[in-house]
């Protein structure tokens, strides 16, 4: 089956840094990659998402970008806000549609004001 | 957009009962649902998906008698524990899929069930 894995675990920046967190994948036939942003207590909330026909994606502050052929895909935060300390989870999906995700382990983002 | 209201969002219960959680679809058919358990600091574990109106299907190591799932409707699917026990306690999510042309899923807001 498909496995995911997520760095860093812990990441902690400067108010206005930029924050990367990197994921890879197993299966080439994954074809959507969503990111969630986690806060204690709640749900899990898709921050930004792509699918395998896409290099790159970009929605104000936040981008994601996919290599298919390294199997790899990264979230980019740009000027980052101290609301935006949470945990984030990369995932991918195989290529059966409404099939099920893999979640990556997560990483802790902490932004110091 | 899609939502998915998760009830109860916590729940304190004695060793020995059950629990149920239900997650409903407002406002689109949920002909899938796919239940989560999360430990603290962990990632989310995949239990089971259940289908409308089939048996759901659990990943391996997932106890089928301890975790009841039921999807007797297009916008409610339920997962019950039972004979809770503390190992039992964590943070149970369900998610489905967005919509028909979308490649999005939406989640609950999550259970957290403590076990006592």
């Known amino acids: 089956g498909e496995n995911v894995e997520q760095h860093p675990s812990t990441l902690s920046v400067q108010e206005g840094d930029s924050a990367v967190i990197k994921c890879t994948y197993s299966?080439?036939?994954?074809?959507?990659f969503p990111w969630y942003k986690q806060e204690l207590g709640k749900g899990p909330q898709l921050i930004i998402d792509?699918?395998?026909?896409?290099g790159e994606k970009k929605d104000q502050r936040i981008a994601v970008t996919l290599n298919k052929t390294a199997k790899h895909f990264s979230l980019h935060i740009t000027e980052t806000q101290p609301e935006d300390s949470a945990v984030y989870f990369c995932?991918?999906?195989?290529?059966?549609?409404?099939?099920?995700?893999?979640f990556g382990q997560g990483t802790i983002l902490t932004v110091h004001p | 957009g899609a939502v998915v209201s998760q009830h109860p969002s916590r729940v304190i219960c004695k060793s020995g009962t059950s629990v149920k959680i239900e997650c409903r679809s407002l406002?689109?058919?949920?002909?899938?649902m796919f239940w989560y358990r999360q430990f603290p600091k962990k990632s989310l574990m995949l239990m089971a998906t259940?289908?409308?109106?089939?048996?759901?299907?659990?990943e391996q190591g997932v106890e089928k008698d301890k975790f009841l799932i039921n999807h007797a409707s297009l916008t409610l699917s339920t997962l019950t524990v039972t004979s809770a026990h503390p190992e039992d306690s964590s943070f149970y999510i369900c998610?489905?899929?967005?919509?028909?042309?979308?490649?999005?899923?939406?989640f609950g807001s999550g259970t957290r069930l403590t076990v006592v």
């Open positions: 998610s489905a899929p967005a919509g028909v042309r979308d490649y999005g899923y939406t």
């Open positions: 299966d080439s036939a994954s074809n959507y």
């Open positions: 792509i699918r395998s026909n896409v």
């Open positions: 995932a991918a999906r195989g290529e059966t549609s409404y099939g099920k995700l893999t």
């Open positions: 406002d689109f058919q949920a002909t899938t």
């Open positions: 259940s289908n409308e109106g089939s048996k759901a299907t659990y």
